[in-house]
């Protein structure tokens, strides 16, 4: 199948996940205006990353959908348009031979700031509200999802005997993954 197509149908598989997780999960949230975390939230966005560039920004967007369609407030849907920028920077990063863990560890502090300065027109400038509810509070919930997203990825690429760099597919020349025994 075409590079293309694959990365099409991930992208239209992980949108749909991003897109249901804070519409039937609402019992994983966690509200403490403006911030909330939806355990497992920013998965979707994690795997996407190991796709493409293109992939994690249609992710991003569905994301923003979901939390839109859900009801949640314009805070929160705005907090989830930041999924767009940190999900694009993640995914160039690994394009670029970062690991998956160096690519978590720089765009968890981006997500955090994002997310704060997003809420800016909402909340006021309330520093505690900005940069320990909102800003920590994101760089946390970055955290635990990414270790879940890794525990999913980690676990299909044994299954099928693959890096987790490749696992949905050869998107980047072989020659990328030279650093990757």
């Known amino acids: 199948m075409n590079n293309k197509i694959k990365q099409m149908v ?20 966690i509200m403490i205006p403006p911030f909330s975390a939806t355990l497992a939230s920013h998965v979707p966005m994690m795997l996407s990353m190991l796709i493409s560039p293109f ?18 407030p314009a805070p ?5 348009a930041t999924h767009i920028v940190v999900g694009y920077v993640g995914a160039y990063l690994i394009m670029k031979n970062q ?27 309330n520093l505690f509200t900005l940069i320990v509810v909102t800003g920590i509070g994101t760089i946390v919930h970055h955290a635990v999802d990414s270790v879940i997203a890794y525990g999913i990825i980690r676990s299909v690429a044994r299954a099928s005997k693959k890096s987790i760099y490749n696992v949905f597919g050869d998107f980047k020349t072989k020659q990328q993954y030279s650093y990757i025994k």
Request: hydrophobic share 65%; no cysteine; net charge positive.
């Open 99 to 125: 690991s998956y863990t160096k690519a978590v560890a720089i765009t968890a502090p981006i997500h955090g700031i994002l997310e704060a300065l997003v809420v800016i027109p909402f909340v006021g400038l």
């Open 76 to 80: 929160i849907v705005a907090r989830a």
């Open 10 to 29: 991930y992208a239209g598989l992980l949108t749909a996940l991003a897109i249901l997780i804070p519409i039937q999960f609402g019992f994983l949230r």
């Open 55 to 72: 992939v994690a920004v249609v992710v991003g967007i569905g994301s923003t959908i979901g939390f839109l369609i859900a009801g949640m």
